[in-house]
């Protein structure tokens, strides 16, 4: 089927209604119309927050009003302010000045969904849930939840930022979700080390990668395609801090967020932190899953001229994050008072390394303020700063921030390099500042 992966349901509906409707409802060969409506309609269930008793009756073509008179596409239950960027999947990232928090909370979290979440209504499929450990184990799992929570439990806090996160930034553009700089969050999970459970069911000589795989629907709508499988290497998901959790901030995962359990690999894409998680196959060669081949969170291997065609074969998997900071307090666009200091604070992350400092600068980079760093939660969580600024007299001024790593990468002031998707954009965060 010819169509982009990723549009609203404006803009589907605006061009072919009939053909929206075939593609939202996953509609087609697999099955019929009369089929979709005999099921309940999910889907469109879902983006309701409620059953249609007489959706048989819908007339070919009609988007429900719900969602065809909002400004936005709809609301997102549970959630705070967030930007909504595309409504088919559903995501949506958080403006900086709501990322304020030392710990992210639920409602303040992002959403990336590469397909659409389960229906979970039937409490059923929540008390049968089980997540299979296979392929190069001496031991294949099954474990259901309660197994699960029998291993030694851990609580982190861990940063999670999509591989995307900043691709409004780059030009040419890049296709994709616009993402300006809230594609990120760092919440409390609480859950096992995934290495306790590979270790349980015994490695083989042969395990060199993983792929996982969740209980999230393809677009589509057909239950035989699976929207996203990634995976990492054996190394990444021995590591201590790649945890299987349950819990987010001491309470149970929201639906957006992979209840009843997702996989957290902090420091890597957010896709690699696969939500709704039922399955971990161990494999002996890298996973070739739906968006891990091809161009999907790749980039090129050497430097390029932006707009330049890579061939795939050139591409290479994204792993560790670059560092990146971001600029939390106060809300760009402030109008601050002459004489008065003002308080700067934010967060820094580096992926699998470590933030060694944060530097403001309100002179466009000519000289730059050390912010001072709190001490850090554990590993993998974000790293909070504050500091304070005077400026010099009444006029506009931009508050740039810089982290820099525990090897001495610094952030760059502007786009780094060039790739197809659009993705690790860590360019220094800026605020605007008029002082009257």
Same mark, same amino acid.
């Given at each position: ?164 996160? =900043? ?178 604070? =934010? ?90």
């Amino acid at each position: 089927m010819l169509f982009k992966k990723e549009r609203g349901l404006r803009e589907l509906y605006q061009k072919d209604p009939e053909q929206a409707e075939a593609e939202i409802l996953g509609l087609g060969n697999a099955i019929s119309r009369r089929n979709f409506f005999k099921k309940g309609g999910s889907v469109l269930a879902m983006m309701l927050g409620a059953q249609i008793p007489f959706l048989g009756n819908l007339p070919k073509g009609f988007l429900p009003v719900a969602l065809a008179d909002t400004t936005e596409p709809f609301e997102i239950p549970g959630k705070n302010g967030l930007v909504v960027l595309n409504d088919r999947p559903l995501n949506a990232e958080t403006p900086a000045h709501l990322l304020d928090d030392e710990v992210t909370p639920a409602d303040r979290h992002f959403v990336r969904n590469n397909g659409l979440p389960p229906d979970l209504s039937n409490p059923a499929d929540i008390a049968g849930w089980t997540l299979t450990v296979d392929g190069e184990v001496h031991k294949p799992l099954k474990l259901t939840l309660d197994q699960l929570r029998r291993f030694p439990k851990q609580t982190l806090q861990l940063t999670v930022e999509c591989g995307g996160n =900043g691709r409004a930034g780059f030009y040419p553009p890049a296709k994709g979700n616009q993402w300006t700089f809230g594609a990120v969050a760092s919440p409390r999970y609480t859950g096992v080390r995934l290495k306790d459970v590979l270790e349980q069911a015994g490695l083989k000589s042969s395990a060199m990668y993983t792929g996982y795989y969740g209980k999230d629907l393809h677009l589509t709508g057909d239950p035989g395609r699976v929207p996203i499988s990634r995976g990492t290497p054996i190394a990444k998901a021995l590591a201590p801090h790649t945890l299987i959790v349950w819990e987010m901030n001491g309470k149970p995962l929201p639906t957006l967020h992979g209840y009843p359990l997702r996989l957290v690999t902090p420091g890597w894409p957010g896709s690699t932190s696969i939500k709704w998680l039922r399955r971990i196959w161990v494999r002996d060669r890298v996973h070739d899953g739906p968006k891990m081949t091809g161009y999907a969170y790749r980039i090129p291997k050497y430097p390029v001229e932006p707009g330049t065609h890579v061939p795939e074969s050139d591409m290479a998997i994204i792993e560790s994050m670059p560092v990146k900071s971001l600029i939390t307090f106060p809300k760009s666009g402030l109008t601050h008072a002459k004489g008065q200091e003002l308080i700067v604070r =934010g967060h820094a992350w580096a992926g699998d390394l470590s933030v060694s400092r944060v530097d403001l600068s309100i002179d466009f980079g000519a000289t730059w303020i050390q912010a001072k760093m709190k001490p850090l939660a554990n590993p993998f969580a974000w790293q909070n700063w504050q500091t304070s600024v005077a400026f010099p007299s009444a006029g506009y001024y931009e508050v740039w921030a810089r982290a820099t790593d525990s090897v001495g990468t610094m952030q760059p002031m502007v786009m780094p390099g060039w790739n197809p998707k659009g993705y690790l954009n860590n360019a220094m965060h800026r605020i605007a500042v008029r002082v009257a």
